[in-house]
């Protein structure tokens, strides 16, 4: 598991799940419910879809009573790393199929099956336990008392990025109502918050208690905040004999889902379990298990459609998305989704950028970013021939809407816009960047520094941008000219002969002629990963090879070669030493994609060169212990071995390439 050593336990967290609700929202945790993220939740909802995150209901603590005797489900650890209870010794297996489930063993040869899912388009969470028979027929004491199943919901009220505290104010009083075949209980935990509505087949005891001091080590790990207290109101207790499921159903009052169903709870888990398994469908092999994770990326903003850049923390950012959809929608057939996404980011257009990031807080969109804009052109064209190709009926105004952003993201780069981003007529090229900016998908800053500014030409900026001219030029004079002038000044000006590789920035700076000779992934831009390639097939293999002995990991493309000074080994520690290793050596799972497919290419794009590529580079990721969330993959690794992921333990372009590539590349699921 990401961030997180079991030596700190005594025992193996396991990996994450992770649980999305479609509007930003979530359920996540670990294979043995202890939590170890400040993120690890069971109820964490957007109140203004993505955005507005909350955490509601953190986690529960579970127990089945046998008379006087007790036997923990659950697993805490508290500050200084104390585990308790003891539910982790008595779970048997963990799957994450069709969603997260539980076996646990009891003392008298029975068992409990819990069961966490979150149905799609509703701020919920759906929790089950149901009692298993003994594995032999006998085992059982003849004798026992009937089972009854004790939960106490752990809750909070905070925006997810922080933590929570005891204090005087939380509002511990329920509101209880009687529904058909249970009872519907309610919590106001403070002024502002959501309320949060239980539908309970059981009963529930008003008894509220804080739990202090729960210990997250993964934040610990990122020198952030670690320990929370939270509050339980109270227990629901079940009784589980006779075959009868105990059902808990979560829902927060966010808007436009303010009320929770009427129904009997069991029905409502009924009836959501069964939509839950239509949509989800089977994901037999790890292809499969991204492709039915592509949807957890796919959420609402207002009225439409974006993509969450990744869980826990991220929101929608503009590059990420532009990057994703290709492989979340365009290779999975979603053309509706992307049809929409596409349409509503055109409105946000601004000369020739788009946004990269909407607050948490607030809808105003930040530019800060010279490739939004360039990927936009390049997903808006893709969707489009995908569409016509397809059959799909796209709305002329639609596309028309996409096809004309496009156009004016790159007449914008040509004028000029802000940030110093504007095409150099004298190569074709676009220059980019002022001091203190990092504009390109190595953005990381700190307290007004940017550790990779590459301020002037990078060399994937010119690929993006020699493609968007491509697409855009139809039969315009002024850009067919433009466009061979880039095309030509492309190899001439980047190409690196005593290395066999691409510069990574020339005219450092706009200082003419000053070159960063870097060996860094983004060059593999220039040969795979967009429909143009920009140098011959011997500079391309050259590149390519030195690309595979130099960057290449199990876990993604090192963002700098070892051998460089500035090369970090690892990616921890707190904000400061991971944003210094962010793009300096660490691996990043998304670059797989076009450094496969620049592989492939300078193979001739044989079935043989597909097969060995798939096996050599891809297959290793995906069959990586621990490579992030369960069916997902994580955001980024160490360079050094042995590639212990970091970052998010779901991303989403680091899915969508490795989907875009299986369909690439003919995989058969």
Not at 12 to 20: M, Q, R, T, V
Not at 230 to 245: A, H, I, T
Request: net charge neutral; with cysteine.
């Amino acid at each position: 598991m990401t961030g997180v050593s079991s030596a700190r336990y005594g025992f193996d967290p396991g990996p994450e799940w992770l649980e999305a609700d479609g509007l930003g929202g979530f359920a996540s945790g670990t294979a043995t419910g202890a939590r170890t993220r400040r993120y690890h939740a069971l109820l964490c909802c957007a109140t203004t879809p993505p955005t507005g995150r909350m955490v509601l209901v953190n986690g529960l603590e579970a127990w089945v009573e046998w008379g006087r005797k007790a036997e923990a489900l659950s697993t805490q650890v508290y500050e200084p790393g104390v585990v308790h209870p003891d539910g982790h010794d008595r779970l048997r297996t963990f799957v994450a199929e069709p969603w997260p489930t539980w076996a646990f063993a009891l003392g008298d040869g029975s068992g409990v099956r819990h069961e966490v899912f979150v149905p799609r388009g509703l701020p919920a969470c759906a929790c089950s336990w149901s009692l298993t028979p003994p594995a032999r027929a006998g085992t059982a004491s003849s004798t026992r008392v009937s089972p009854v199943l004790c939960v106490r919901p752990l809750m909070s009220g905070r925006n997810y990025h922080h933590t929570h505290h005891e204090n005087g104010v939380f509002n511990t009083m329920p509101e209880v109502r009687k529904l058909e075949g249970g009872a519907c209980v309610r919590f106001s935990p403070y002024h502002g918050v959501p309320t949060v509505s239980f539908r309970t087949n059981g009963v529930f005891a008003h008894d509220p208690v804080w739990y202090r001091q729960f210990r997250y080590d993964a934040e610990l790990a990122r020198g952030l905040d670690h320990l929370e207290d939270l509050m339980s109101p109270g227990v629901f207790r079940f009784e589980l004999g006779s075959g009868r499921e105990a059902v808990l159903l979560m829902h927060a009052s966010t808007p436009g889902h303010e009320a929770a169903p009427e129904e009997s709870p069991a029905v409502v888990l009924d009836s959501w379990r069964a939509g839950e398994r239509r949509r989800r469908g089977e994901a037999a092999t790890p292809v499969g298990a991204l492709r039915r994770s592509a949807d957890s990326y796919l959420v609402r903003r207002g009225l439409s459609t974006t993509i969450i850049a990744g869980y826990p923390w991220f929101t929608d950012w503009g590059r990420d998305t532009f990057i994703s959809v290709r492989g979340l929608c365009l290779a999975t057939g979603k053309l509706e989704e992307a049809r929409r996404i596409l349409t509503d980011w055109a409105r946000y257009r601004s000369g020739g950028m788009m946004p990269n990031r909407f607050p948490d807080e607030g809808a105003a969109p930040e530019f800060h970013s010279v490739d939004a804009g360039l990927w936009y052109v390049i997903a808006g064209h893709e969707f489009v021939r995908a569409a016509r190709e397809g059959g799909f009926r796209l709305a002329r105004g639609d596309e028309r809407a996409i096809l004309d952003t496009a156009r004016g993201i790159v007449e914008g780069c040509i004028e000029g816009t802000r940030l110093g981003i504007v095409c150099d007529p004298v190569d074709g090229l676009l220059r980019a960047g002022e001091e203190g900016t990092a504009l390109t998908w190595m953005d990381a800053r700190y307290d007004g520094h940017a550790v990779t500014p590459r301020v002037g030409k990078p060399v994937e900026i010119q690929a993006l941008w020699i493609n968007a001219l491509a697409m855009t030029a139809g039969k315009d004079r002024a850009l067919v000219r433009l466009l061979a002038r880039a095309r030509e000044s492309f190899p001439e000006r980047f190409w690196i002969e005593q290395t066999g590789y691409l510069a990574d920035v020339i005219d450092v700076n706009h200082a003419p002629g000053h070159v960063d000779r870097s060996i860094r992934p983004n060059a593999m831009l220039a040969v795979g990963g967009l429909a143009e390639c920009l140098l011959d097939a011997e500079r391309a293999r050259r590149a390519v090879d030195l690309a595979a002995s130099t960057l290449w990991t199990p876990m993604g493309m090192r963002t700098l070669a070892p051998s460089d000074p500035a090369y970090k080994r690892h990616y921890h520690g707190g904000r400061v030493e991971r944003d210094e290793a962010y793009h300096q050596g660490t691996a990043w799972p998304w670059l797989i994609g076009p450094f496969v497919e620049a592989w492939v290419r300078s193979r001739g794009s044989t079935i043989e060169a597909k097969r060995e590529a798939w096996r050599r580079f891809v297959q290793p990721m995906l069959e990586f212990p621990g490579h992030g969330a369960m069916g997902h993959l994580f955001e980024v690794a160490d360079g050094d071995e042995p590639h212990a992921p970091g970052g998010c333990p779901a991303q989403a372009w680091s899915v969508a390439e490795v989907i875009r590539l299986a369909k690439l590349l003919e995989i058969a699921e």
